[in-house]
């Protein structure tokens, strides 16, 4: 027991005191925290510039409600839009030809040309050399398509007021049901699931790649010929799992407390930049101990695999090629996220998520969207400790033997003699 307990603090200590597992722990919500506040923020940024349009309008319905229309006002209080109406008699191509050169010499930043049947084909031509800004774009388009809209109603004498109010969409108040009570979800439901279920599938890769990489190294120094005369090869892989796992369950922990203070301060902190209310983020307790649950009994079995790897091979570059098989069984839940988030308790879903090698992500995400019966949930722990257990115990004798074979990877045959050496 002292023995295992000097390989597991030797694990742990040789990894989270490296600066890679700093920065990587406290970059990561830094680098979460950026992705959500600093879009929210630059929707906001406002250069204070005004957009010249030029405007030549053929059928002469356009120009006079667009001028009225685009009136927002930027921060310094000049109107964001300045319209420029340009005569449409004449030769149209040369004054094309003059407006482009505007806009080459910075005279003009684009313009608008209306056909004579705007009203019926409802095309406009938007020129400019940046045409990229898809939010001026959108405000255009819905304002001119507002207007149009309008014209078309009152030439067949229909009301637009009145046919605006008929036809107003409604808003879809979308309220999660659970036993905590009813909660508003404006997707942040779908966001947390993503966001922890890529976390806890990036955490079993790099921690089962660490493992692998660590066994490779140690069986090619000739290292683990002088540990396994001081301590047992099940207790050198036990100590090695557990120390990797506990880096990892520290960096987790740490996730978590960052997941908790954004629930706690995050919307206070977005509303300051978000134009429109944001919804508050709730992260249940038992999610966390759930994500924990599955993280460990997950890393366990994953890692064993990734373990029994390491023991086999001789470098890296066979052992890209070896865990290919136990990549499948992270990437599958992954393709099938999409339908999982659709369907959380259908029969497909139910019966993938109680298979031991899908069961940290799939189960872990049906309880993030719509959480199972609690039968299921234990009856999925049970199976995937079972699992791990049984792997854990045919890994140890794959292990064992093979961190002391040199040359070629072995072949199925001789795996299975491994297996059957007492």
């Known amino acids: 027991m002292n023995n295992l307990f000097l390989i597991i603090r030797r694990e742990y200590l040789q990894r989270v005191r490296t600066k890679g597992f700093i920065i990587s722990t406290l970059l990561m919500p830094l680098l979460f925290a950026a992705l959500v506040i600093i879009p929210i ?37 000049r109107p964001k839009f300045l319209l420029t109406k340009f005569s449409a008699e004449g030769d149209i191509a040369a004054l094309r030809s003059q407006l482009k050169a ?4 910075n005279q003009l930043d684009a313009y608008l040309f209306i056909g004579r049947d705007v009203t019926q084909k409802g095309a406009v031509d938007y020129h400019s050399k940046n045409v990229s800004n898809f939010m001026e774009l959108r405000a255009l388009e819905s304002t001119i398509s507002a207007i149009i809209i309008n014209r078309r109603l009152s030439q067949v004498g229909l009301d637009p007021v009145k046919v605006k109010s008929l036809v107003r969409r409604i808003d879809l108040k979308t309220i999660r049901i659970s036993k905590q009570g009813e909660t508003e979800d404006k997707g942040q439901t779908f966001a947390i699931s993503y966001a922890l279920v890529m976390i806890l599938y990036g955490s079993l890769i790099f921690y089962g790649v660490s493992i692998m990489r660590s066994v490779i190294e140690e069986k090619s120094s000739r290292i683990v010929e002088i540990l396994i005369s001081s301590v047992r090869p099940f207790e050198l892989m036990l100590g090695k799992l557990i120390g990797v796992g506990a880096v990892g369950l520290t960096q987790i922990l740490i996730w978590s407390l960052f997941l908790t203070l954004l629930s706690l301060y ?91 090698f899908f069961t940290p992500l799939l189960m872990f995400m049906r309880i993030c969207i719509e959480p199972p019966p609690l039968f299921q949930i234990l009856g999925s722990i049970l199976l995937l400790l079972s699992t791990t257990v049984l792997i854990m115990w045919l890994v140890s004798k794959i292990y064992r033997v093979g ?20």
């Open 266 to 356: 995050g919307v206070a902190m977005i509303s300051v930049f978000a134009t429109q209310s944001i919804p508050k983020i709730e992260i249940p307790p038992s999610l966390l101990v759930y994500f924990v649950v599955y993280y460990i009994s997950g890393y366990f079995l994953f890692g064993s695999l990734y373990a029994a790897i390491g023991a086999m091979v001789n470098s890296e570059q066979e052992a890209q090629q070896a865990q290919a098989p136990i990549l499948s069984f992270l990437i599958i839940p992954l393709v099938l996220m999409t339908f999982i988030i659709r369907a959380p308790n259908s029969t497909f879903s139910t019966v993938l998520s109680l298979v031991p």
């Open 403 to 422: 961190i002391l074979m040199y040359g070629k990877k072995p072949t199925l045959p001789e795996l299975i003699k491994w297996l059957k050496y007492t």
């Open 41 to 77: 923020a630059l929707t906001r940024l406002q250069t204070g510039e005004q957009k010249r349009i030029g405007v030549i309008d053929q059928s002469g319905l356009i120009y006079e409600d667009l001028s009225q229309s685009l009136n927002e006002k930027s921060e310094n209080g």
């Open 102 to 105: 505007k806009i080459i010499n």
